[in-house]
């Protein structure tokens, strides 16, 4: 039997930010409204540690709720944690804290509070679930909100709404398929082409890309960021492609991604403004995940989960500080040097150091977990496997390309202080601390990552002996 | 009482140990904003230093006492997975090769640190100085102690940081931090194949400790049990990062763009230190270099070529730090030949006594008119004009051409631009041009906003 949280976690740290969703909604008045979003955030990123903490405790696979109220109206366990989500839903409720923190006063009334929680909530959610429909409807119910923010804006949202059409459009086909086909291979085989086909384009896989540049175009940066930086996608291909496809597909999908990695990296070195080069370099970075992801062997596997950890905070660092320059000064052009390091030092030194985390730089949380990636990449291709490198070199070209151009090169004069605030300070004094702290200190999560790899194969191997075996989550729950 | 082995372990854990903390505290207080002054910085740093070379020079009198060649000190894995056989060990070795390289480098960073003190006084960047020096100084002593490849990649890397953001230290103006662009790029490739011959040698011979790698034997006298071939794989790829490292042809390019750097850490990074690492690691791995007689041909050509080169571009440069520059490549263009040759401690010798007199060449640049006006009132003439005989020889077209070459600096960031970065610059635009094409069909609009942005949206007119 599954064992149970001592606290309902899970339902708390999803019920907050969507009850919260609901009260800023209703308040209305901007500076209120963020304040409260703060606060909801803030208890919904403690919920979300608590899970952690309870169950790291229980030292076991997987757990569910206690009083679990879903599984007690429908007899199935919808949310539950495992050694996957346990530190992604933490992580996931932090960028959202920290992107809410960060939002100038100035920016609130481009950027909805109420929609940001509601995403919250969704993602918290999405990652408390494993393979189901509720998933499914999870994954295509978190494209609602940026697109409801473009058509409010007045953007074209063509490009956005084909590919997340073809992506919603995919997922319900492929994993019907799925569920229609237990038992066929050449069913069992399609749907996972096609539930692959629907991963790969909600992580921006070449050539599924264009939507995300688009998006960042489009939307405002603290939405486009939200929507990117927790990998969904990744997160995706972990609950739907990697128990069902065989390995041969999973080395494919790998290719793929590092051909994206590397292709990222590329145009991330060409990119002439701020919010298209920190996409690009997302890309990059999500693609080197999946590459990890998809090798399933335990060091490549387990690097993978660790530079996810690293990706997601050094990136929503990164993001956060371009978002806190372009809320001062407008869209930032990488077309010329801007030199402001004179009057924004801490937003300099903090870029530097989340543009470096990104890249694996020593003393940073990537380090060890991009050395554990590109080892477990060139254990199964010594060759392309390499490629891993070069796109890490590419990235760090790119970071400090960018650190350049925007904090060096002239002596601009600014009448008023373009200094960080105090949130903004917290924000940055927060995700310094966990990314040289988890540089420092790397054996735990290392060894946590490595556990949940090992976990993670051995399951898959279940359900790969067990050729008509349903989904774990699909288990119906003993009454 | 402390027995010999303790007091090894305890002078190698501080000799590391100082730097790093004093990365710590300068760290520190500039992501908290806490000013600290000028004094306080330079006590720190000058304290940090000495804290390092005293206990080194401890380990080298206890060496020489006891007559051991080879202390490894090891503080325990900071990372692994036992299962697959994952580990990162910091492990530091003190033997014949890193201690007088690592008492070498503390010495340099010392001087350079006091000198510094006065020269960039009540300068706006003093405290960055600093940071930057302190990264600097803690990655070159990690380097030259490391026991294992991971621990050397992992000084190698902030070395090749605080060195590119050291040429870009005056970074109001354009030009030092193009410049920087440039010397992170080629370090980056550098370190990339630096990664991947580490990452080579893991797999080949199951070793990432240099001790277990070169066997029974101590440095210089230690032999790896590869194969030629496998050494040649290797090697090739930790000569690619020395040559990005040392500057070495073709990436000489970036050596005298390194000098807009203030002229300290000209000194100590391009003139003395980094500029030796890429040659360090060749002699750190020397058992590769014996393993395949391949391996040391092209060593032995990449040196002559780079000294050759040096020299010819030394002589025709129109300021007196790219003229050193240059003149450091030659001496460690021949370095790397010595080492290809197998005149490991000639080659030794060699770095120390060219990272000392650089040093001081470099650091009385600033002041070479002044010196010369000096001894000339002294001698009560005008210094005579040194000619080179030889050149006489040489008829004047060959003469002209040598010299363009020279100017030109061999043409070779010309080449490395043309060949390199343009051919990557434009596929990647015409990537770029054809993802617009696709985003403005799929929108029937133009579909990217950025087209509009200007440049310097942050003039203080437009600050919002």
């Not at chain 1, 950027?111 to 990652?127: C, M, Q, R, V, Y």
């Not at chain 2, 390194?258 to 002229?263: L, R």
């Amino acid at each position: 039997m599954m064992p149970e949280l001592h606290f309902p976690w899970l339902e708390y740290s999803i019920l907050t930010p969507a009850l919260g969703s609901i009260l800023v909604w209703w308040i209305g008045d901007r500076r209120s409204a963020q304040n409260w979003s703060i606060v909801v955030c803030a208890i919904a990123l403690l919920f979300a540690l608590g899970e952690w903490v309870d169950f790291s405790v229980l030292e076991s696979y997987e757990a569910h709720d206690h009083w679990d109220f879903i599984a007690f109206l429908f007899k199935q366990d919808v949310f539950v944690i495992d050694e996957l989500s346990a530190p992604l839903l933490p992580l996931g409720a932090l960028i959202y804290l920290v992107t809410v923190l960060s939002t100038l006063r100035t920016k609130a009334g481009r950027f909805s509070f109420a929609w940001a929680l509601a995403s919250e909530s969704i993602l918290l959610a999405t990652l408390s679930c494993r393979a189901s429909w509720v998933l499914v409807g999870l994954l295509i119910a978190a494209t609602i909100p940026p697109w409801i923010e473009m058509r409010r804006r007045g953007r074209c949202t063509r490009v956005y709404t084909i590919h997340m059409g073809l992506f919603s459009g995919l997922l319900l086909i492929g994993y019907s398929m799925f569920q229609l086909g237990r038992g066929s291979e050449t069913l069992g085989l399609m749907s996972g082409a096609i539930l692959s086909a629907a991963t790969l384009l909600r992580s921006g896989i070449f050539p599924f890309h264009c939507w995300t540049t688009d998006l960042f175009e489009k939307a405002t940066f603290g939405t486009a960021m939200l929507f990117l930086t927790p990998l969904t996608g990744a997160y995706a291909v972990m609950r739907l492609v990697l128990p069902i496809a065989p390995d041969w597909a999973l080395h494919m999908i790998a290719i793929v991604s590092l051909f994206t990695a590397v292709y990222a990296s590329g145009m991330a070195l060409v990119q002439t403004e701020a919010r298209r080069f920190f996409c690009y370099l997302l890309l990059s970075n999500a693609s080197l995940v999946l590459v990890g992801l998809e090798l399933v062997t335990p060091i490549g596997l387990a690097g993978a989960l660790c530079v996810w950890l690293s990706v997601g905070l050094s990136l929503t660092g990164f993001g956060v500080t371009l978002r806190s320059i372009e809320s001062r000064i407008g869209r930032v052009s990488l077309n010329d040097y801007h030199g402001l390091y004179q009057h924004m030092p801490r937003f300099a030194g903090f870029f530097l150091l989340t543009g470096l985390a990104s890249i694996g730089f020593p003393g940073t949380i990537g380090f060890i977990a991009m050395e554990l990636l590109v080892e477990g990449a060139v254990e199964v291709y010594p060759l392309i496997g390499s490629v891993v490198v070069i796109a890490s070199a590419l990235n760090g070209i790119a970071v400090l390309h960018a650190y350049f151009r925007i904090f060096t090169g002239r002596r601009p004069i600014a009448q008023i202080s373009l200094q960080a605030r105090f949130s903004e300070r917290i924000s940055i004094l927060l995700l310094t601390v966990l990314i040289v702290g988890g540089g420092l200190v790397p054996g735990p999560s290392i060894a946590s990552r490595y556990h949940a790899a090992i976990e993670l194969g051995r399951h898959r191997e279940v359900s790969e002996s067990q050729d008509s075996s349903p989904l774990p989550s699909d288990v119906i729950k003993q009454p | 009482m402390m027995d010999l082995d303790g007091m090894f372990y305890w002078f190698g854990l501080v000799v590391v140990a100082a730097p790093c903390g004093l990365v710590a505290v300068l760290g520190f207080s500039a992501l908290v904003n806490l000013p600290l002054s000028e004094t306080t910085i330079s006590r720190l740093t000058q304290s940090a230093v000495l804290m390092s070379l005293l206990p080194a020079i401890g380990i080298l009198l206890l060496m020489i006492a006891t007559g051991r060649r080879y202390v490894p000190i090891e503080f325990g894995d900071w990372a692994s997975i036992p299962e697959v056989h994952f580990h990162f060990r910091w492990k530091f070795i003190f033997d014949r090769l890193s201690v007088p390289f690592a008492i070498l480098a503390l010495v340099l960073c010392g001087v350079v640190g006091s000198f510094t003190r006065r020269y960039l006084h009540r300068e706006e960047g003093y405290h960055r100085f600093f940071l930057l020096y302190s990264l600097f100084v803690a990655g070159i002593t990690i380097s030259a102690l490391a026991g294992t490849i991971e621990t050397l990649f992992f000084g190698w890397e902030l070395v090749g940081l605080s060195s590119a953001l050291l040429v870009a230290y005056f970074h109001e103006r354009e030009h030092p931090v193009r410049n920087g662009q440039r010397v992170w790029s080629v370090y980056r490739l550098a370190d990339a194949s630096f990664l991947l011959g580490a990452l080579l040698m893991h797999h080949l011979t199951g070793e990432g400790d240099f001790g277990s790698f070169v066997g029974q034997g101590t440095w210089p006298d230690g032999s790896a049990a590869i194969s030629s071939l496998n050494a040649l794989q290797i090697g090739l790829l930790f000569l690619l990062a020395a040559a990005g490292k040392s500057a070495l042809v073709p990436f000489s390019g970036w050596l005298p763009r390194a000098m807009e750097g203030p002229t300290p850490s000209s000194a100590v990074f391009y003139g003395s230190l980094s500029v030796h690492l890429g040659a360090y690691l060749l002699l750190r791995v020397n058992p590769i270099l014996e393993a395949s007689w391949q391996l040391q041909i092209a060593v032995v050509a990449l040196g002559l070529i780079s000294a050759l080169f040096g020299s010819i571009m030394s002589r025709v440069q129109s300021d007196v730090k790219s003229s050193l520059a240059y003149a450091s490549l030659t001496q460690v263009g021949i370095i790397v030949a010595e080492i290809g040759f197998g005149f490991y401690y000639l080659a030794l010798i060699h770095i120390m006594g060219h990272a000392c007199l650089r040093t001081l060449q470099l650091l009385r640049a600033p002041t070479l008119l002044s010196d010369y006006h000096e001894m000339e009132n002294a001698i009560g003439m005008r210094l005579p004009d040194s000619k080179d005989r030889m050149a006489g020889l040489l008829p004047i077209g060959l003469k002209r051409w040598w010299y363009r070459f020279g100017y030109e600096r061999g043409y070779m960031d010309l080449i490395l631009d043309s060949w390199i970065v343009e051919p990557f610059k434009l596929v990647f635009q015409w990537a770029d041009r054809q993802e617009r094409r696709w985003t403005d069909w799929l929108s029937r609009e133009p579909s990217r906003e950025s087209d509009a942005i200007e440049p310097h949206r942050e003039s203080a007119e437009r600050v919002a």
